[in-house]
């Protein structure tokens, strides 16, 4: 070995043990509080986006808009949900995390926020969202009224159908529960399989059913306490849910469980499958020629007196509290909150989601129109299971939910294995 | 020379010992990796004895390493015993066998997930050869899942280890063997007293690949079943995985590596004690 590259290996190895110094311990204590910045670094805001299909070109369209006005650049980071889920909470606390996310509104932000993680987004919404809903703006605060999140588009969720389908069945779109299950033995007992999911890869699927049955036999306030805790699922409301659950389980499709999200769109739009609870996001995954045919009902009622609510996913924009460019993440999100980020965004988006923003212009189908009405008249409207419960929780929720479709008997069993995760989660974090 | 011992030395320390420590402390806190940590003492390995999703995963873990590792050893020691002869034609066996190495886990376990559908090539060759009654959902039922994903993992150990056996056996002294013939031996006689005890290195080391193996599969039931249906295929390494990144309980799964960890050391020490005594012996 030359003197030469020693020399080199010794300055490697001091370097190594350096950073061992500096880099000290994994931190286990809390966030702390954001130094106060009062210029913007330099460089690209950075965007970190979970969005990587229609969504994403609606992203870039606002993105390139920005950058026109000359205020700043931004850099799009775009990774798969999965990924991008896993690690969200590893940038967040990370000593020069990226700028600004897309996320989940409601308790999904609110996780991170308790702990100091977020930008206080507050004087955005002074400045900017004045014409937004006040609904919108109690899902972006915290428990202290802060608002920590700026929502971009919501979307919602509906029975999907072939409308060539159904009329070759000769069905029509049921609304009441009992309608829904006498339409569901008309349909097998013509050889299609009334409703399909694709759970083999996509449990959390279940969770839709959960959800709205939930919001109509026990209401949104119950749902939403029950996820937030305050409830056991280990009860008897939640038993009304799994009864019902235990309704439709002979009409689903029988290899549901190994079934994966291909394959169940692809038995819905080749007919094998009549039925399918999904969010708008099925539209796109429906090949283009068929798109037309594509049609949605409500979530049958099944108690009248419960007043109806609607699952409305809202997905937008939080930013970092170490962020280094404060001025430049507030100016882009109230660009992207404007009524022309708006209007960019879901021209961008295919017609699968709506946006948050009244004075908004979008182009809308009838799917969209159909679907935008349906939120309007809810009395209420919830996000989804991860995001009203904290996405920690989706996995014994999954685990539970596939067990009883593959196991009905075995209720009381899931019911307490399920109570038992979700308390232990909450108590481990 | 002390820079040449100071450089892998440190390497070690950052990527190895470093984080093992740090793995070992991060088991007495409850932490989800975004609020300040609280310790909890022994309470995560308190919970582990009663967690019935982990006493799944630990079974299926023992019933892994048992049939993973035992069949993969079994059917790559006869296939290697079956193609060591230089024979016409048996390159093109011994390379299709190793074939499957070629492929990743996951391009694996893409392969076999498309074989197992409900709708896939396994159910349809039963039911064109009249065996209805036989398809199955095979990742999706619980009392199925475990083995189709092991039946995807020999598919690609089994060329391995036949490799590794085929190398030991071409290292034998043909001397030995042509002697026993001359003896009169039987063929199982050749076998059993003349070829295994001189495999006995190349055992040990097959067996100690196919343990550590066994401990670190992960990926393709992560691919596969993801531990599913209902947590019915976990194993310690999914079971981990998923409650420190699906759970955000960094503690709790800091507990269960270190359980991998001890378990993983046992099978060494065990392994090296052994090596190590025999050694002294011969």
New interface residues.
């Given amino acids: 070995?030359t003197r030469k590259s020693?020399h080199w290996?010794?300055v490697?190895?001091l370097a190594?043990?350096a950073?061992?110094a500096l880099a000290g311990?994994?931190s286990?204590?809390?966030?702390g509080s954001s130094a106060a910045v009062t210029k913007d670094a330099a460089g690209p805001l950075v965007l970190q986006s979970r969005f990587t299909g229609a969504e994403k070109s609606g992203l870039e369209a606002v993105i390139k808009a920005f950058d026109k006005k000359g205020e700043g650049k931004v850099q799009l980071n775009s990774l798969p949900t999965t990924t991008f889920d896993?690690q969200l909470?590893?940038y967040?606390?990370s000593k020069n995390p990226p700028d600004v996310y897309t996320w989940y509104a409601g308790q999904a932000t609110r996780?991170?926020a308790?702990?100091g993680?977020l930008l206080n987004l507050s004087d955005v919404w002074k400045k900017s969202l004045g014409n937004y809903s006040s609904a919108l703006k109690t899902l972006s605060s915290t428990s202290s009224g802060e608002q920590v999140f700026v929502p971009s588009d919501y979307y919602w969720w509906g029975v999907y159908y072939s409308k060539s389908e159904f009329k070759k069945l000769g069905i029509t779109p049921p609304k009441t529960w009992n309608d829904f299950l006498t339409d569901s033995a008309k349909i097998k007992a013509q050889g299609v399989t009334p409703i399909t999911m694709g759970l083999?890869d996509n449990?959390w699927l279940a969770a839709a059913w959960f959800d709205y049955l939930d919001l109509r036999i026990n209401g949104a306030k119950y749902h939403l306490a029950l996820l937030a805790g305050k409830h056991s699922y280990d009860s008897a409301p939640v038993r009304k849910v799994f009864a019902a659950m235990k309704q439709i389980l002979p009409d689903l499709s029988p290899?549901i469980?190994?079934?994966?999200y291909n394959?169940s769109i692809s038995d819905l739009s080749t007919g094998n499958a009549a039925m399918y609870l999904a969010g708008a996001f099925i539209e796109t995954a429906v090949p283009t020629a068929e798109r037309k045919d594509l049609g949605f009902f409500q979530f049958p009622i099944i108690d009248p007196s419960v007043p109806v609510s609607e699952e409305a996913p809202t997905d937008g924009f939080m930013v970092s509290a170490k962020t280094t460019r404060p001025t430049l993440a507030k100016e882009f999100l109230e660009f992207a909150a404007s009524a022309k980020g708006q209007s960019l965004l879901l021209n961008g988006e295919d017609g699968i989601s709506l946006a948050v923003n009244p004075s908004a212009t979008q182009t809308m189908d009838a799917l969209s129109t159909q679907g935008k009405n349906m939120l309007q008249s809810a009395s209420q409207v919830t996000q989804f299971f991860n995001r009203d419960a904290g996405?920690?929780q989706?996995?014994p929720a999954?685990?539970?939910l596939?067990?009883f479709i593959?196991e009905p008997n075995n209720l009381d069993a899931i019911l307490k294995?399920w109570q038992a995760s979700a308390v232990?989660?909450r108590?481990?974090? | 020379m002390f820079?040449?011992v100071?450089?892998p030395f440190?390497?070690e320390?950052?990527g190895v010992f470093?984080p093992a420590i740090?793995g070992v402390?991060?088991s007495v806190?409850?932490?989800?990796?975004?609020?300040?940590?609280k310790a909890v003492g022994l309470g995560n390995y308190v919970?582990l004895a009663s967690d019935?999703i982990f006493i799944t995963a630990l079974k299926n873990t023992a019933i892994w390493i048992v049939l993973f590792g035992g069949l993969s050893f079994v059917g790559g020691l006869g296939i290697a015993l079956l193609f060591q002869s230089e024979r016409r034609g048996v390159g093109i066996y011994r390379t299709a066998l190793f074939l499957p190495i070629v492929f990743s886990l996951v391009v694996t376990a893409l392969i076999w997930d498309t074989f197992?559908?409900?709708?896939g090539i396994l159910n349809g060759l039963l039911n064109a050869v009249g065996l209805h009654s036989w398809t199955h959902?095979?990742?999706?039922?619980?009392s199925t899942a475990l083995y189709a994903i092991i039946v995807a993992a020999l598919w690609r150990e089994i060329g391995y280890v036949m490799v590794l056996f085929i190398a030991g056996l071409k290292a034998l002294d043909p001397a030995i063997a042509e002697a026993a013939k001359m003896d009169g031996c039987t063929r199982w006689q050749q076998f059993r007293y003349i070829t295994f005890p001189q495999l006995r290195s190349v055992n040990l080391v097959i067996l100690s690949v196919l343990v550590i193996d066994s401990l670190r599969s992960f990926d393709i039931v992560w691919a596969m079943?993801a531990g599913?249906?209902?947590?019915s295929t976990q194993l310690l390494s999914t079971y981990m995985y998923?409650t420190a990144?699906?759970?955000?309980?960094l503690?709790?799964a800091s507990a269960i590596a270190v359980v991998i960890f001890v378990l993983a050391l046992g099978v060494i020490i065990t392994y090296l004690v052994r090596a190590l005594s025999e050694e002294k012996e011969s």
């Fill in positions: 070995m020693q290996l010794a490697t190895g190594l043990a950073t061992v311990c994994v286990t204590g809390g966030a896993t909470p590893s967040l606390t996780d991170f308790d702990q993680l083999s449990s290899s469980l190994g079934t994966s394959q996405d920690a989706q996995t999954d685990t539970a596939t067990q593959a294995a232990k989660l108590a481990g974090s | 820079v040449l100071l450089v440190v390497i320390a950052v470093w740090q402390m991060l806190l409850n932490w989800n990796g975004i609020a300040p940590a919970s019935p197992f559908q409900p709708t959902e095979w990742l999706a039922d619980p079943t599913g249906p209902f947590n998923s990144f699906q759970g955000r309980q503690g709790y």
